[in-house]
């Protein structure tokens, strides 16, 4: 199978963003931007970007397998996992699934939480034409609306933002941007959930920053943290 041939700069953009690697899994400290997976864009997503990139490395002739166990949104950046081999992928989507990777993400925030550290825990409903969440007091008539959970921790102060970190307890659609905005704590450049103005690079300062789970062919522990994007002023990376 023919793969594009990457330029000496996206190769060596990609090599450098490659945060581990055997020969069942890649993690890859995803771009603002990016897609993960195609969709009705056609826009080149990571995981084909990637079969490029090994097929060009390695000197592959033949087919690359890249798996997608899971999705990091658009505008958000940090780590993503994918598969390299079919039995990585039927595995990590297992993993997925019952709660077996442990994901924190950092938020840069408009606005500082009321306590340091607790708890959120709302009902929240999907609208699939704005392609956004809500959150709903109860269930009641929303037989869709899904329980919410995370833990947060305010993390540092910059001058004019508040770093959060966010450990998800569940995995809803856009959960941590609405469920922050709920509290008043926008995060920036998010204008969906109520930031006051956008990104420069048109995303939003919310970073997948830490994975750990336990390898699912290896049996070893794996924990990844991927730096923040150059942008975030004042947050260590």
């Known amino acids: 199978m023919e793969y594009r041939q990457l330029t000496e700069a996206e190769f060596a953009d990609l090599s450098s963003r490659i945060l581990y690697e055997d020969n069942h899994i890649l993690i890859i400290n995803k771009k603002v931007g990016e897609i993960v997976q195609g969709d009705k ?3 080149e ?5 990637y079969k490029a990139f090994i ?3 390695d000197s592959k002739p033949g087919k690359v397998f890249m798996g997608v166990p899971h999705r990091l949104d658009r505008p958000v950046s940090g780590i993503t996992i994918l598969a390299k081999t079919s039995k990585a992928l039927e595995r990590l989507n297992e993993m997925f699934r019952n709660g077996d990777i442990h ?7 408009t606005a500082a939480p009321a306590e340091k550290s607790g708890t959120l825990e709302n009902y929240l409903s999907r609208n699939e034409k704005l392609n956004k969440s809500f959150i709903v007091k109860a269930p009641g008539k929303d037989k869709e609306a899904r329980l919410a959970r995370l833990n947060y921790t305010h ?8 770093l959060i970190e966010v ?11 609405c469920q922050l905005a709920g509290m008043g704590c926008h995060i920036k450049g998010d204008l969906k959930y ?3 103005r956008s990104n420069p690079d048109g ?15 290896k049996k070893t522990p794996i924990d990844i943290v991927a730096p923040v994007p150059s942008s975030w002023k004042g947050i260590p990376r």
Do not use: M, N
């Not at 997503?45 to 970007?49: K, L, Q």
């Not at 993390?155 to 508040?162: A, G, I, M, Q, V």
């Not at 995303?203 to 062919?217: C, R, Y």
């Open 103 to 109: 994901k924190k993400y950092w938020a840069l925030c």
């Open 155 to 162: 993390l540092l102060d910059t001058d004019r933002y508040h």
């Open 194 to 196: 109520g930031a006051p």
């Open 167 to 177: 450990e998800l307890l569940t995995g809803r659609h856009h959960q941590i941007r």
């Open 55 to 57: 097929a060009q490395r």
């Open 45 to 49: 997503p990571v995981s084909e970007t």
């Open 41 to 43: 864009t056609g826009d």
């Open 203 to 217: 995303g939003i300062s919310l970073h997948a920053h830490e994975v750990s789970f336990i390898h699912p062919v």
